[in-house]
């Protein structure tokens, strides 16, 4: 379902789970016309630009739960797809201590093609694989379903050491962050916590607001601290536990017991 240079990219549509992910900061991909938005090779590989280990952790995630994965392919120093379009972190002139020069006093008309060409294509693929995939569940009987927006976070943050290894944020609907959190919590050692590092008063809940808070259904956003992820080995334990704890959480039974599911997947695009 991906259009050339297109925003977003749906994996595994197909999937037969009442779950879909979702990674909003999936790429560091900044395409024409911005160019390099003005930063090096380094900045543009850094956290600043995207969520590291998101996606693989993600795809491992729709691998064993059988369940659709929606994925951004454009960086949220083009735009953050996971804000409200009021938001002044929409199109950040700043991020962390990094300052974007492509971002600063952008004109009117370079703001309106990234919310046409990124972010109204994004929401509006993200709208239609919801309502298609909630109707999937409904006519096989799957009274339940969620969306799970996929993250990562940095370990240091403008110069402050986060210890902290998985954040599960969700608001006033905790029906599948409560369960997750409770699981998490029974496992040695793991250091969880609720709406950390960031909760949803940052504007961080903004596409499960949009895609599942405003539909009902069941909705949580987990964060991995990214140097957990850096390995393929790291990938498939996180997602084992991950889907453990959503299956748990939503009184789920896997088809077949939960395994470390082998090297990553080649089948997909990069």
């Known amino acids: 379902m991906e259009a050339a240079n297109g925003p977003v990219v749906i994996e595994n549509e197909a999937g037969t789970a009442p779950i879909v992910l979702v990674v909003d900061h999936a790429s560091n991909r900044i395409p024409e016309p911005w160019g390099t938005l003005g930063l090096d090779a380094d900045a ?28 951004a392919t454009v960086s949220r120093l083009v735009l953050d797809l996971n804000r409200p379009l009021t938001s002044r972190t929409l199109i950040p002139a700043v991020s ?26 994004y929401h509006a693929a993200l709208a239609a694989l ?43 609907d905790d029906r599948l962050g409560a369960g997750m959190l409770a699981r998490l919590k029974r496992e040695p050692g793991l250091l969880v916590e609720v709406n950390q590092p960031y909760s949803p008063a940052d504007e961080v809940y903004f596409t499960l607001d ?24 790291q990938h498939r334990r996180w997602a084992k536990l991950l889907c453990e704890a959503i299956m748990e959480a939503m009184g789920l039974r896997p088809a077949a017991p939960l395994v470390d599911s082998g090297p990553e997947p080649i089948r997909r695009t990069p």
Request: net charge neutral.
């Open 130 to 172: 919801v309502d298609r995939h909630v109707a999937a569940c409904q006519a096989r009987g799957q009274a339940n379903v969620a969306v799970c927006a996929i993250h990562t976070f940095t370990p240091v943050y403008l110069g402050k050491v986060r210890a902290l290894e998985v954040g599960v944020l969700f608001d006033r």
């Open 44 to 71: 543009r590989q850094a956290h600043i630009a995207w969520d590291p280990g998101a996606l693989p952790l993600a795809r491992q995630m729709s691998d064993l739960l059988d369940a659709p994965l929606v994925r």
């Open 210 to 233: 949009r895609h599942a808070v405003s539909r009902g259904l069941l909705n949580v956003m987990i964060e991995v601290r990214n140097d957990e992820l850096r390995e393929p080995v």
């Open 96 to 121: 962390e201590a990094t300052t974007i020069p492509g971002n600063r006093d952008i004109a009117d008309a370079d703001r309106a093609l990234r919310i046409r060409t990124v972010y109204e294509p």
